[in-house]
Structure formats: structure tokens, C-alpha cells
């Protein structure tokens, strides 16, 4: 995106910032006259994201950075997400490009501090929530109205309340839309997949002598999906630390977990065979994945204002938005849960009903008894049959013959504002609205087992005419064959009846709102311009729900589903009085200008009592051309409904190498005192968890259970964060501004790290070492994957006691000119360095820094520069031809993690691996990367307009780093797709009629 800085060093650059940064559709080149005169101040005052203060001539201590829409134009941008992940001063959070962790909702994370801790504004209001965080999902803001989104990175919780600590994203509308626009777009991968079409159609007019406005917009957007699978790179599952095919054990053929002489195997490919204390195929659930989420969307948006008198106005506005994502993720199967089987089921191999034997201890006589009876359970006569043998057993069977499992999530928004606006005095002007909002997001989730049906078909016995039934064939049993080759899982009726059963968790939120505002300046002041004031009240009420059927809120109940969805109910609301003054301290004196600015607001939450936050800055102007400013904060964040409600469930996360795995505890009399009571802990006898040891396989897929929740008791987090920087306008065509920004959050609400706890516990492994106590082992396996039910994995609480700490420089390049008469050029970059990003989720967990760095903690990248560059020739006022590149620097795998896993892989990958067979790699690093677009822009005729764009014009190939390095939403089809282009270069067109 070509990010313009908005800045206001006097009047006259004022004027030239809004100048720059309302560029018409089809750009224009100016004329040497034009660029020399004195530009025009505008009459009307404006309020710009930072600050409630409306004055034309205010002067920003803080910076505030502009996407307009000729940017997003030029970019051929469809949803909000695909934009603010790709700033500078942002890191990508869950959008498109995530598929296994995406809850159908996209979301922006300012300064990488987390998508919780910065605002999302409509016209400088909130916006509907989408689900129990209080988050906004950007897949509902209605891009063919918005002029211009505006961004400010740091505090800014005096001026808007909680949430803002680590900015704001505002996005302003078209409020003097007249005429009728329509656009239509297609954009394509050059793989052929990957569309996406999307309309829109504007309408808007004044009336009644242009005392009012009105703008109606109607969109529609439909994206298809991009699978791994046809991508080189992703077509195989690569292991990040072995550098060979991996995948999952929970495969096909089927892995046996327990209890046999070594522990654990795998069945042969035909089905008939079983080899003990073997895994060799684990299934490559990569080509059934996806990286890009498909995604339809309605939406429709309406505006109007009028002016009732000379004093006062109405205005109202609304928004509608329906929209459907889906995840599509590998087909699932009987994942890690333990089953019992019968030592008698038909369908079991004769080698793995030895081993079972062998495991069990049985005699020979006993076995053949076992294996050969002909009833379950019981007898005929209803008595209990000697000869019958249950085994408790983990038997990991993939089923691609169910198909893969698809999660819709269907969202519902509207969000409605009302209100009215007019003057006290000639500099003194009033406000009042209020608003109200919905949003029901529906997740209908298919191609799951049911666990309870799927061990109830597991218990098959013989029918006694050469076939197979279930033992108890009530509900319409009928058996499954997870012991078969591929193809081979039982009758369509099995499937259906453990599979074909749809899950459904209803997620609803709403946020009621009401604000009153006086803003002007007092028609006095130090100098000779007055001070400057705004000070009003506001009033929110934030509702959520989450209502999940039976299965969903039940651990375990849904096979292969993650954690359960147990129902979350809260509200809460809060009450905030707010003031904000700019007072002009000296004007055309020894120095051009010096402003001082501060403000304060109250905050009454309902749940976490009173918070009083601030703000001092100032801007300083020497001479002509050049302007100092800086501010000070303080802000605050409340916990959100989530954070307080939602219940202690077991989910997943990602760990690629388990301490207690192999043969890492054999010898080592601490460690393997750590891993034996972990796997006590779980359930487990000392004895059977002691023969566990040197048996534990690796996580299957990279993947751990974790056990974390809400936590009520949790209060409001607070921050100090900073600003100090410098406007240069040495001409009236160019511009440079550099500000360094500083962010302390402390009482931070915030859960440790997959390694915090990994790290703690096995540094200094020991039965006693507390870290260790808060790793709770499977009892059947002594791994830390298994059923939620079974197994908590790693206890990772919420507490208020973390601490984060970002800091870096932003800086800003403007230039235009003409070169000829007919030739016009327009330069601009933006770029962050980020010093640092640090995260302790308690005193004694480890301070890790994560800029410049990937792994499991660290989950998105956050590279230390990245820098975004666009160049646009205008020729003859008809045509545009613009180049943009994006930088981001090289990363490397975290150097905490490094030293707790080892090395991830470096070397030659082998065969199995697909067409990247054969190359030279190292996972240890990302190398810095550079992507170019070019687009050109044709003004037809005065009514039609034509654009087209080249996405990733080289080509550029992501640099792979296998699937299990960093977090599941993030390192996903061996790479980062969120940070680095899975797709490939793409074509985009788009039409744009004007009447």
C-alpha cells in the first residue's frame, strides 16, 4: 500500500496534507502554477483519528498514517484485512490466509501486540463486535465507501477508551457521494485458481438546494479456494527438524498405540500385517488443505444527513453485511483417543491381535479363546463370556473415504447510527449519537466423527453368516473397519453413521453505544490563535454469547474438532467522561509555532471498577518547514467478555519436539523422573508409567494438548507508550517524517507460551520443579496429544501478569512532481524498524523477544524493518502506470526455541518430498523478501475507467521451513502464507463506470 502520512506542521501544510492525501480517482498531474501557489485552507473542521478535537488548523503531537482509496485501487484490494496486514506497522493476524486456526472472523494487530489491544473505527465510532473479544471482523467493512482509513500505531485510550493501547484503525466514509459508480472485478492466480469476483454499486445525491445527502452502496464478493496441494512447495508435508516427508500418525494405514510388547505400530499397507515398534508413513494431510479461505459476502451500506436548520443536523448511517467462510482441513479420523476394541473383531489383523496378546501377557490358550469367540461380551443365554478380550487402545486411522472436514462460518451484521449535530457559537459546535449493533456468526462444522458412535462401532463381532455386525447395533450401528487398507473403512452406512452428523456453535455479540461531544475553541488564548477543547460523555454496553450443540461443548465428544465450545454468556458496560485541550503557546515569535496539547478520560467499568487514563504532547515549529511533536500517554484495557467468562476448555497448540519423546529420558534419571509423573499425574500407575519411557512417540502433526480458559478474577491491564518525531517540508512537493514509538504494557492479560512451560520444566527437569507440575501426561500413551477429554496437556493460565515491550522508528517519504507538462510523478514510502518485541507472561517465565524471529511462541512474523514503496507515472491525465514494492527483512528461527529443540533442518531434502526434492535448504532461516506489483490505470472515456494489476510480479516463491516450527494458524503447508505469498503472481482487473 502506498501509506501517506497525515500530518498538519501549520495551516498552509495542513492544507497540503489533505491535499496529498485526497487524491481523485484518476490522478491528475498538477502544473507548475499549481505546485507554487499558496494552497487553500479549507473552511470546514475536521476531526482527524487521534484526537476529538475539530479544527482545521490543529497541529497533531501524535502521528497518523492514511491508506486512501486511490491506494487500495491501484492495489485491487477487496477486503479490509488484505491491506492493514501488509502495513508496516502491523503484523498479520488471522485473515485469508489462515485456514487451521481461522474462526471465520479477520482481524488487524498493530505494532504485534496482539488483534485485542487495538480499535476499529467506522467514521471515528465502534463498530459491531464480532464474537466474545469485542474484536471487529474487517470482512464487514464496506470498502466502496470508505475514502480514506486512517491509522494510529501507539496510545490512544484517553481519546477512545479501552482497547486502544496499541492503536487505531479508522476508516472514513464517503459522506458527500453524489452521482452513480458501478465496479466490477476478477482477479485469478496464474495457476488458473484462486478467483475472486466482486461488485459494487454506489449511489448518491444531494437534495434540497445541497442541505442533504444521501449514498447507498450494494457489494457482492465471491472467493474461491487455494489448495496446497497445487502449490510445488506444499504438495508434501516436509518435517521442520528432520527435513522428511512427515505428516501426521494419526494415518492410514492405521498407527497402533498400546498396549503391545513395544509399545506402539503400524499396519501394513494391505491391511493384513501388522509390525511392531515401526512408524514410517504418517499421512501428508497437506494437499487437503487450503491457502486461501473461500469467502462470499452481501453487503450493503447507507448514509444520510440533512441539514434541519442552520444549527442543527441529522445524520445517520447503516450497514449490512452477511458472509460465509470456510476452513477446509484434512480428512479426519480416530485421531488419539483411546477405544476400547474386541480381541475378536473380524476385521483385526491376526499379527496385531498376537501383539495384543503379547502386550497383555496373555497365555496362548487365552488368545486363541479371545480371538476365536464368536459372541461379544455376552452370551446368547445372556450370560458373560469367559473367552471374550477388551482392549483399551489407541488405533490412529486417517478416513479420506468420509471425505475432509469443513467448518462454514456464516456471519450476520448489521450496525446502525443515529443522531444530530449543530453550533453553539461560531467556533463552538455540538454533538449527539447514538448507535446501536448485532452480529451472529454460525460455524456449521461435517466430516467429523462422533466419538461415542464411532466406539460403538468399533466393538464388531462375527454375525455368524460369514459377515460383521456391531455388537450392540442399536441407533443403527453398523461396523467400521479401522484396520483396513485405504478405501477399505466399512460400508457407506458406517460412514454415515460415525461421520455424516453436522456440529453447530452459534457465536453472538452486540454493542449498544451513546456518546455527547462539545468541541470548538474558546475564541481566546495565549496566542493568537484560541485554545482549542473537546469534552463529552460516553456510554457502551457489550453483549456476547456462544451457544454449541451438545457435541461441541462436550470435550472429547467430537473427534479430530480441537477443544470443546462449551456456552460462554456475559456482558458488561462502561461509562466514560472524557476532555481533551490544545492550547497555541507561541505563534510567529523566536519560533514559528509551539502548541501544547493533554487530555484525560474516567472509565466506570461494570466489572472492573474505575480507570483513569491521560495524555500530555506538543508540537514545536522553529522556523518554516520543520516540526517537532511528541506525546505521552497513559492507557488502559479491560478484559473483554472472553477473557472473563470463557470456560477452562483443552485445545491445541504446536510442539514439534517433546522432551520426553524416544529416547531422550533413557538415562537421564531427572528428566525421566519429570516425564514419569507428568504421565501419574494424567492417570496413570508409576509402574505402566515407567514402561512409557523410551515408547513416547513425537506429538502427532506438530500438535499438543493445552489447557487454558477465562479467568473472572482478571482486571484492567495498563500501558504507557510514547512518542517523539519530525515533519521536514523543505518544498511544497516533498515531505519526511521519522517518529519513534515506545509501548510498555504492564499488569498485561496474557497466558505463557507453549515454552515457557516446556523450557521451565526441562531445563531442570525434577519432580518438584513447579513448571513441571503444569504438564499433564497421557495415561495410555505418555505423550501430550490425545483426546481433550483424556488429556490436559499443558496448564497455561490467564493472569494479569505479563508484560510487553515494543519500541522502533517509523518514517515516511513524500514527493510529487511534473516532468513535463504532461507527465506527472508521485513517490512515497513508509517504513518501521522494530527494536524490539518483548513478552513475559509472568515474573519468572523467560522475557522472549520475538522480532525478526518464528517459532512456536512467537506465531506471526514480525520482521525488524519493513518498508513499503510506490512509484506512479501519470501520463497525460489518462493513464497511470504504478510499481509498487515491498520489503521485508530476513528472520530466523528464535534462538530460546532453538536451544531448547535443536536445529531445525539443514541439508538436502530427500526423496518423498516432491518437486522441492533434491534442494539445498535451511529452516533455521528466512531470507529478506521482496515483492513487486504493477498496475496501470486507464481513464478511458469521462465515465469509464479501466484498471489492471500484476500481484507478485517476479513470482516470488515463499521460502519453505516445514510444517511444525511455528504455530498451526501461522506455519501452515511448510511455510508462513500469512507473511509470505503462497499464491504466486496473480492478474487482476477491474472495470469503474461513472455517471
Aim: charged share 15%; aromatic share 10%.
Amino acid at each position: 500500500m502506498k501509506l501517506q502520512t497525515y500530518f498538519k506542521a501549520s495551516a498552509a501544510p495542513a492544507a497540503l496534507g489533505l491535499a496529498l492525501l485526497a487524491q481523485p480517482a484518476m490522478a491528475q498531474v498538477a502544473t507548475e502554477a499549481e505546485e507554487t501557489a499558496a494552497p487553500v485552507v479549507p473552511s470546514e473542521a475536521i476531526v482527524v483519528t487521534g484526537s476529538r478535537i475539530s479544527n482545521p488548523n490543529l497541529e497533531l503531537a501524535s502521528p497518523v498514517s492514511v491508506v486512501s482509496s486511490d491506494d487500495l485501487e491501484l492495489a485491487q484490494t477487496n477486503v479490509a484485512e488484505e491491506f492493514l496486514r501488509e502495513l508496516p506497522s502491523a503484523v498479520p493476524s488471522v485473515g485469508s490466509a489462515v485456514n487451521n486456526g481461522n474462526g471465520g472472523s479477520s482481524f488487524v494487530n498493530l505494532r504485534g501486540i496482539g488483534s485485542t489491544r487495538n480499535l476499529v473505527l467506522l467514521d471515528g465510532r465502534r463498530f459491531t463486535p464480532a464474537d466474545t473479544t469485542g474484536r471487529v471482523d474487517l470482512n464487514n467493512i464496506p470498502l466502496a465507501v470508505i475514502e480514506r482509513t486512517e491509522i494510529l500505531t501507539g496510545g490512544a485510550s484517553t481519546t477512545y477508551g479501552a482497547d486502544a493501547i496499541g492503536g487505531v484503525v479508522n476508516f472514513v466514509t464517503k459522506t458527500d457521494f453524489e452521482g452513480l459508480e458501478a465496479t466490477a472485478s476478477q482477479q485469478i492466480t496464474e495457476e488458473g485458481d484462486g478467483s475472486v469476483f466482486r461488485a459494487d454499486v454506489t449511489i448518491g445525491a444531494n437534495f434540497d438546494d445541497g442541505r442533504g445527502n444521501a449514498v447507498l452502496s450494494i457489494g457482492y464478493q465471491n472467493q474461491d479456494a487455494v489448495y496446497q496441494g497445487d502449490r510445488g512447495f506444499s504438495l508434501f508435508n516436509i518435517g521442520s527438524f528432520s527435513g522428511n516427508p512427515s505428516g501426521s500418525s494419526n494415518a492410514i494405514p492405521a498407527v497402533i498405540v498400546g498396549p503391545t510388547p513395544e509399545g506402539f505400530g503400524q499396519l501394513t499397507d494391505d491391511g493384513q500385517g501388522y509390525v511392531d515398534g515401526v512408524f514410517d508413513r504418517p499421512f501428508n494431510f497437506n494437499p487437503f488443505n487450503i491457502f486461501l479461505t473461500p469467502f462470499e459476502r452481501f453487503n450493503v451500506y447507507g448514509s444520510a444527513n440533512y441539514e434541519v436548520s442552520d444549527a442543527v443536523e441529522v445524520f445517520t448511517q447503516a450497514a449490512f453485511s452477511k458472509n460465509t467462510v470456510s476452513t477446509i482441513i484434512a480428512p479426519g479420523g480416530s485421531f488419539f483417543n483411546t477405544y476400547q476394541v474386541n480381541l475378536n473383531n473380524p476385521f483385526m489383523p491376526d499379527q496385531l491381535a498376537q501383539a495384543f496378546c503379547d502386550g497383555l501377557e496373555l497365555t496362548a490358550a487365552e488368545c486363541t479363546a479371545g480371538r476365536n469367540t464368536q459372541f461379544g461380551a455376552t452370551l446368547a443365554d445372556g450370560t458373560a463370556n469367559p473367552d471374550y478380550v477388551e482392549i483399551s487402545t489407541s488405533v490412529r486411522r486417517r478416513t479420506p473415504e468420509a471425505g475432509s472436514r469443513t467448518s462454514d462460518f456464516t456471519t450476520t451484521l448489521f450496525n446502525l447510527v443515529g443522531g444530530l449535530r449543530g453550533d453553539i457559537t461560531d467556533s463552538i459546535g455540538w454533538e449527539v449519537s447514538g448507535g446501536y449493533g448485532e452480529s451472529e456468526r454460525i460455524q456449521r462444522q461435517g466430516g467429523f466423527a462422533r466419538f461415542d458412535r464411532l466406539q460403538q462401532s468399533l466393538i464388531a463381532i462375527p454375525d455368524g453368516a460369514g459377515g460383521v455386525q456391531c455388537s450392540d447395533p442399536s441407533g443403527g450401528c453398523a461396523p467400521i473397519n479401522l484396520f483396513g487398507p485405504l478405501g477399505d473403512l466399512g460400508s457407506q452406512e458406517a460412514i454415515d453413521y460415525v461421520f455424516n452428523l453436522t456440529q453447530q456453535v452459534i457465536t453472538q455479540a452486540s454493542l449498544t453505544q451513546a456518546q455527547a461531544i462539545i468541541d470548538g475553541d474558546l475564541g481566546f488564548g495565549i496566542s493568537a490563535s484560541p485554545i482549542s477543547f473537546a469534552l463529552g460523555a460516553e456510554y457502551r454496553k457489550y453483549t456476547a454469547t456462544r451457544l454449541s450443540d451438545e457435541a461441541s461443548q462436550t470435550p472429547g465428544a467430537v473427534v479430530g474438532g480441537g477443544g470443546a465450545a462449551p456456552d460462554i454468556n456475559g456482558s458488561y458496560n462502561v461509562k466514560d467522561f472524557f476532555a481533551e485541550v490544545a492550547i497555541p503557546v507561541i505563534e510567529d515569535s523566536f519560533v514559528r509555532d509551539l502548541t501544547l496539547e493533554a487530555g484525560g478520560r474516567y472509565s466506570d467499568y461494570s466489572t472492573a471498577g474505575g480507570e483513569f487514563t491521560w495524555k500530555v504532547g506538543g508540537t514545536l515549529t522553529p522556523i518554516d518547514g520543520i516540526t517537532y511533536r511528541g506525546n505521552y500517554q497513559r492507557s488502559s484495557r479491560a478484559p473483554n467478555i472472553g477473557e472473563l467468562f470463557t470456560p477452562v476448555v483443552t485445545q491445541l497448540s504446536n510442539l514439534a519436539v517433546d522432551p520426553c519423546a524416544g529416547t531422550n529420558p533413557v538415562g537421564n534419571a531427572a528428566l525421566t523422573a519429570a516425564c514419569v509423573s507428568q504421565i501419574v499425574a494424567g492417570g496413570a500407575t508409576q509402574a505402566f508409567a515407567q514402561s512409557r519411557i523410551g515408547n513416547i512417540l513425537q506429538p502427532a502433526a506438530g500438535q499438543i494438548n493445552i489447557t487454558t480458559g477465562g479467568n473472572p478474577d482478571v482486571g484492567v491491564e495498563t500501558a504507557t507508550t510514547w512518542t517523539v518525531g519530525a515533519v521536514f517540508e523543505p518544498m511544497y512537493n516533498l515531505s519526511f517524517t521519522i517518529d519513534y514509538f515506545n509501548i510498555k504494557v504492564e499488569d498485561a492479560i496474557t497466558t505463557p507460551t507453549v515454552n515457557d512451560l516446556v523450557g521451565g520444566c526441562y531445563d531442570a527437569p525434577s519432580a518438584d520443579n513447579p513448571f513441571c507440575s503444569l504438564i499433564v501426561r497421557s495415561a495410555a500413551t505418555g505423550g501430550l496429544d490425545g483426546s481433550p477429554n483424556e488429556v490436559p496437556g499443558l496448564l497455561l493460565s490467564l493472569s494479569n501478569l505479563g508484560t510487553i515491550k515494543t519500541d522502533g522508528i517509523d518514517v515516511s517519504l513524500r514527493y510529487r512532481t511534473s516532468l513535463t507538462d504532461d507527465i506527472g510523478f508521485r513517490f512515497s514510502t513508509d517504513g518501521t524498524w522494530t527494536n524490539r518485541n518483548e513478552f513475559q507472561a509472568t515474573p519468572t517465565s523467560v522475557n522472549r523477544e520475538c522480532v525478526s524471529y518464528y517459532s512456536v511462541n512467537c506465531s506471526s512474523i514480525q520482521p525488524e524493518f519493513v518498508f513499503n514503496t510506490r512509484a506512479t507515472f501519470s501520463f497525460y491525465d489518462e493513464l497511470d502506470v504504478s510499481l509498487l514494492w515491498r520489503y521485508l527483512d530476513g528472520v530466523e528461527f528464535e534462538p530460546l526455541q532453538r536451544a531448547e529443540s535443536g536445529d531445525a533442518f539443514v541439508g538436502t531434502l530427500p526423496e518423498g518430498t516432491g518437486p522441492v526434492a533434491g534442494q539445498e535448504v535451511d529452516f533455521n532461516t528466512i531470507p529478506a523478501e521482496s515483492y513487486f506489483d504493477l498496475s496501470l490505470r486507464w481513464l478511458a472515456t469521462e465515465n469509464f475507467e479501466f484498471v489492471f494489476t500484476v500481484q507478485n510480479l517476479l513470482d516470488n516463491k515463499p521460502t519453505i521451513v516445514g510444517s511444525d516450527i511455528g504455530s498451526t494458524a501461522y506455519n501452515s503447508g511448510n511455510i508462513y502464507p500469512s507473511t509470505y505469498d503462497a499464491l504466486g503472481r496473480r492478474y487482476a482487473a477491474a472495470v469503474k463506470l461513472r455517471f
